[in-house]
């Protein structure tokens, strides 16, 4: 699913991490002719929506996201797995991750940018590899040590969709790294009746785990390195019917992202990425059901959206900053971390 932006769908915390991303390199979507060369449809200009226009990608981002029926509740489902990439060996199978969100949107009619305000929650589980079970537990393969499995649950993670780009997240303040105000144009790409959409965002900014205070599961930097990347597949006419107030979608979602602090990799060298496949529905029928009932016994409120407005909106990181305690160091006071491999072959 933004996991968010799509999450709202999301998810991930996450895992976030997630429509508020940001166009890069200048690639923004371009009026074609009605037909190309080739006799393939690329137009961009629909008889509901014209998505060349910021009002256009406004409302088509509200269907999307949520349901511009202002009551509805849009679903978000992911499921994946967390690598480990380090130097020197081939990336990792960590763990497997599965998760949801549930979106609503409200009315905003404050400021000069009307538009609409995205509510939103989302939970997402690691899982065992093999069994798909919801792990509480995880056994590092990097430093052979067992470690208590820490969930995404961000609640809430909110934005506004208007006719204008939406802001980065601030992370409570600690991501002052804003981009000027520019006009809602999404990067689609259209060939007849599949509608395509790339979305990206690239942060770097001070993390609230310091190595100081987290010695075991900070960066050793004290900086959150993060890339978000989805692609999002539509239905070209499903866009263009005004009935459909909340618009299906389907997409993969890639996070690169520092070590999960949970895992206590500390200082160590490498970081997680995550890949996974999402889909959003009017339904939460879609989700992993191990995910909806382990939800359902231990985080019941994520099986539904707010229905309010609430701050401050955070990340996976920032929210365990903020809900877990750092873990003790070993007797000997050092902080562990896994070395590197050798490399075992020759050129």
Known sequence: MDRRNF????????????????????????????????????????????????????????????NIDMKSTKYGWFKGIVHGVRPGEAIRDLVGFTGFSCARLLPNDEGADPGYKKVLREIGFYTDLETGEILEEWTNPYLNETVRVVPIANDPFNHTITDYLYMPPSYGGLNTDMPPKIPLIKDWERRDNDLILAERINLFYPAALQPDKWPREATASGFNQVTEQFLYQFNWDEMQNPELTGL??????????????????GPSEGHCMYSCFF?????????????????????????????????PSLSSLEWYAREQKPAPLPADGKIPFAPLPKPSFKR
């Open 279 to 311: 889909g959003s529905e009017n339904t939460i029928d879609y989700a992993d059901q191990k995910a909806l009932e382990y939800a359902a016994k231990h985080y019941p409120k994520f099986l539904e959206a707010p229905e309010i407005w609430e701050e």
């Open 7 to 66: 999450l709202a769908a999301g998810a991930a915390g996450a895992a976030g991490a997630a429509a508020m991303m940001l166009p890069s390199g200048g690639a923004l979507a371009k009026h074609k002719k009605d037909r190309n060369s080739d006799g393939v449809e690329r137009d961009l200009k629909g008889d509901y929506l014209d998505l060349t226009t910021p009002r256009g990608n406004r409302e088509a981002q509200a269907r999307f996201l949520a």
């Open 248 to 265: 299906p979608a389907r997409g993969t979602w890639t996070r690169t992202t520092p070590w999960l602090p949970w895992m206590l990799m």
